[in-house]
């Protein structure tokens, strides 16, 4: 069992997109999107990835397929089968236990759909009893600046989500609300921080509109 968080190092993009860009839908060379997921492939071996839609839908995966499934989380209980989430400003969550792993995309309508849950669910469904959580980089409630219609929306259901911006603008913390979810359902939580809007060394949609992204990796 493992796990990795990648960030914009060690890949072969340049401008807007240097250099590990795993994304093929960013504007970015496919050519060098397919050479930076090799790189990250002899590193961690094949795995998979997923079309990200923000939506709940949760697959389970029996072996790494060229096409990605349409989904927001992806479950294995399968060894050797390594599950990507790509992000540049939402939340890299992967879930591990002793039987199952998941890759989750957590944003704000994710958090607002309960994606998360459903890939507990269907962790639980194939066998996982304590599962575990490792919450990855993403946008801090200091930047992650919403409308007032937004931030009452979500805050609504999700209250520990209430945060301000440094100039006291209403704002999000994403990852205070994905907290409380996953302590509701029993999960322990680690964390491998930092703000991608505030950290160079990440990719940030907020921060610089045209950007790459950056992955979560998990594996049995």
Known sequence: MGHRFTNRTGG???GAFSSLNLALHVGDEPALVRENREI?????????????????RTVIVEA???????ADALVTGIPGVPLAV??????PLLLT??????AVHVGRKGLMNSVTLNA???????GAREISAIIGPS??????????????????????????????????????????????????????????AEDPALF????????????GIVWL
């Open 139 to 196: 946008i801090c409630g200091r930047c992650y600046e919403v409308s007032e219609e937004i931030f009452l929306e979500v805050t609504k259901v999700h209250p520990a989500a209430a945060a301000t911006t440094a100039s006291g603008t209403h704002s999000l913390d994403l990852p205070a609300a994905l907290v409380k979810t996953l302590l509701s359902e029993g999960v322990a939580i680690s964390f491998e921080s930092g703000c991608t």
């Open 120 to 126: 507990i669910s269907a962790m639980r469904e194939i």
């Open 86 to 91: 790509m992000v540049a400003d939402c939340i």
């Open 40 to 56: 990250l492939g002899s590193q961690v071996g094949l795995h998979q990835y997923m079309e990200q839609v923000h939506g709940n």
């Open 97 to 102: 236990s002793k039987v199952a792993v998941a």
């Open 12 to 14: 072969v993009s340049t």
């Open 204 to 215: 940030s949609y907020r921060r610089d509109g045209v950007t790459g992204r950056q992955a």
């Open 64 to 70: 790494v397929t060229e096409e990605p499934p349409t």
